[in-house]
């Protein structure tokens, strides 16, 4: 029996919502889904399901992006720039927050799943890890001491340019960057260059040697930032592709040319994995950010003059 208390985990996704009444997974009270429409219409029917939950003591929501995570900031809690019709500039934690009064915790979904990933999946026990989702778009997101890695913005390192395999010169699909590792091994991307969905491309096609080179990149500069014991690796391109996990560890470890000899590392098998959490990570990465806006409320409380 967990005594941890009740929090309303929300996955914003592009697609679709996840809202969650938990306090882990193993004590999940209720879990609703809900189409991503237009944001007035799609919170409206995120907050119809928050108003039939009782007994949460905090919300988590941790949404697509890019977001404004930066407190200071006039746009706090806002979906920015996004691309999907009508959600550049909606106001998520302001509305929620004026309706519950509750804290209310606001991350990336891939901080959130990082989160779920090291509290209760593969990553357990540790603290300082990386989730990476390869899918529809590509993104890292980084967490030390237990806690988002956060600066003057989250992390967008599915967006650094790798070099290339020598010869590859396909121009990518990034509308900003061309070839950048998004424009060359999002989703999207491989069905762009091979005309075959990732899910269906033979485990001998060519162009799986550039992707996992691309992300070989990836994972050399997480190891670098000294950060992640462990990087998680989900996306429905990893997921769905299983020869690909042992082409990233032996591309990572060509890529750091024996420079960092932390046995951690040398281990690429136990270093870079599969998530253990699937589709739950997302809205139990909710829950953990709802429990910690909790644990910041109440700490300001005691320090509070
Ligand atoms: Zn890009």
């Known amino acids: 029996m967990s005594e941890a208390p009740l929090v309303a985990g929300i996955e914003l996704g592009g697609t679709k919502i996840n809202c969650i009444l ?3 997974p193993d004590t999940i009270e ?3 889904r809900i189409p991503t429409t237009r944001p007035e219409e799609t919170l409206a029917a995120v907050e119809a399901v928050l108003d039939r939950w009782s007994g949460f003591v905090a919300i988590g ?9 930066d407190r200071h900031a006039s746009d706090y809690g806002h979906i920015t720039s996004t691309p999907k019709p009508g959600w550049a500039g909606t106001d998520i934690v302001g509305r929620i927050r004026s309706r519950y009064n509750v804290p ?21 026990g540790l603290a ?13 997101g980084m967490i030390a001491g237990g ?7 989250h992390s967008e390192l599915g967006h650094i340019r790798p070099v290339r395999v020598p010869g590859d010169d396909w121009l990518g699909v990034c509308p900003f960057h061309g070839a950048c ?5 999002s989703g999207p991307a491989i069905a762009a260059r091979t005309g075959i969905a990732a899910e269906d491309l033979p485990a001998a096609h060519p162009a799986w040697e550039t992707v996992a080179q691309a992300i070989g990149q990836l994972l050399h500069t997480l190891v670098l930032t000294g950060i992640p014991r462990r990087v998680v690796m989900g996306g429905g391109v990893m997921v769905g592709t299983s020869h690909l996990f042992p082409s990233v560890r032996a591309a990572m470890t060509r890529s750091l040319g024996g420079y960092i000899t932390l046995p951690e590392v040398a281990l690429a098998d136990s270093y870079v994995v599969p998530p253990a959490l699937g ?11 709802g429990a910690q806006a909790l644990g910041e409320q109440l700490q300001s409380s005691f320090t509070a003059p």
């Open 61 to 69: 929501i941790a949404s697509f992006g890019p977001i404004s995570i």
């Open 147 to 153: 806690r988002p890695v956060d600066g003057l913005t």
């Open 181 to 185: 590792l998004e424009g060359l091994v």
């Open 104 to 124: 209310v915790g606001f991350h990336t979904d891939v901080v959130g799943a990082a989160l779920a990933e090291a509290r209760w999946g593969a990553a357990k």
């Open 279 to 289: 589709g739950r990570a997302g809205p139990l990465g909710a829950i953990v950010l």
């Open 128 to 140: 300082d890890i990386a989730y990476v989702t390869i899918g529809t778009g590509v993104g890292a």
């Open 30 to 32: 209720d879990e609703v």
């Open 22 to 24: 938990a306090s882990g």
